[in-house]
């Protein structure tokens, strides 16, 4: 197979190819959040609810103005890590039914598109190595040239 030659139309093909699939794969997932629903979350078999999520935020928000210590600010990112992982952990994420077609078409939307954007940066260039080799230092043209002197004198000296 000959390999194509303009990379540019490889990395804007991969890049259409990419966000072709993604939009339809986006179309195709459904986003539902249970938080409100029955409410909370469970860590390590312990029932949290949502309300008592925020509870460790008020208190190192409480415990940030009162001391404004390294402590308190530890203990609130940790309060809002914790607040982040409720949110994403009572999320639910499903596809659709699909025919086996469009679900092949995706994949290789996606995959394909990404495959060419993948070959097009992260692929070693070949000509790079074969001008490398071609192009000379000044330096290494200076000597090729008193090389070049030293033996037209060394003929010169032949013919005499």
């Known amino acids: 197979m ?3 030659k303009n990379e540019l ?3 804007v093909g991969g890049i259409v190819m990419l966000a072709v699939g993604l939009f339809i794969f986006s179309q195709k997932v ?3 959040s249970s938080w409100f629903g029955y409410g909370g ?3 390590a078999g312990i029932r949290i609810s949502s309300g008592l999520v925020i509870v460790p935020l008020i208190i190192g928000i409480i415990w940030m103005f009162a001391t404004s210590s390294f402590a308190s600010k530890v203990f609130t990112a940790i309060s809002v890590i914790l607040i982040l992982a409720a949110v994403i952990l009572n999320t639910d994420i499903r596809l659709v039914t699909m025919s086996l077609y469009e ?3 995706i994949l290789v ?3 394909g598109g990404a495959g060419f954007v993948a070959k097009v940066l992260f692929a070693s260039n070949k000509n790079n190595g074969d001008s490398k080799k071609n192009n000379k230092s000044v330096n290494e043209f200076k000597n090729d040239a008193k090389s070049i002197d030293d033996e ?5 000296k032949n013919i005499k």
């Open 109 to 111: 939307l996606i995959f």
């Open 2 to 4: 000959k390999e194509t």
């Open 103 to 105: 679900w092949v078409l």
């Open 30 to 32: 459904i986003v539902h």
């Open 41 to 43: 979350f469970s860590v």
């Open 9 to 11: 139309l490889q990395f």
């Open 152 to 156: 037209l004198d060394a003929m010169k």
